[in-house]
């Protein structure tokens, strides 16, 4: 049960870091118009429609993450502190830390990005975008190197 919660919070995981690389690219690199080439495709998106999936996305990661926190915290988390692997384990921490800060930010994140868009916060729609982006790829990524290290089921 806990190996199939982790493939659909991975999967969720996938979805929201598309949604948010793509939105994150439009807003900080946005593209003048399409060329056919694979990056200015990517930056031609429209962000505003990655707004609701995203709040969406984040919340359903997050809570499977609760969910199968438990698992973590008494299989793997012990295996590293035996053989004292203070650094991945730390950066689990800050994981934890940031997904709460990206629960924080999610309410503002949403008034920013709600229509009709009003051109005057469009910095605060570019930073709030960039603060999640980054929580999201330091989550995705630890919990990658994490898994690795020692996964569920082992």
Do not use: C
């Not at 830390?97 to 009709?116: D, E």
Request: aromatic letters at 14%.
């Amino acid at each position: 049960m806990t190996t199939t919660l982790l493939i659909i919070h991975g999967l969720m995981a996938v979805a929201l870091l598309g949604a948010l690389t793509h939105q994150a690219l439009s807003v900080w690199w946005p593209a003048g118009k399409r060329t056919g080439s694979f990056l200015n495709n990517v930056r031609a998106v429209s962000s505003t429609s990655y707004t609701n999936a995203i709040v969406v996305l984040f919340l359903i990661t997050a809570s499977l993450g609760a969910f199968i926190y438990p698992a973590y915290r008494l299989g793997i988390r012990v295996v590293l502190q035996d053989y004292h692997l203070s650094v991945p384990e730390g950066a689990f921490e800050l994981k934890e830390h940031f997904v709460t800060i990206g629960l924080g930010l999610l309410p503002a994140y949403w008034y920013f990005w709600r229509q009709p868009l009003s051109p005057d916060h469009a910095g605060t729609r570019a930073v709030l975008t960039a603060l999640l982006a980054f929580i999201v790829w330091w989550s995705f990524l630890v919990g990658h190197v994490l898994n690795n290290i020692r996964g569920f089921g082992s």
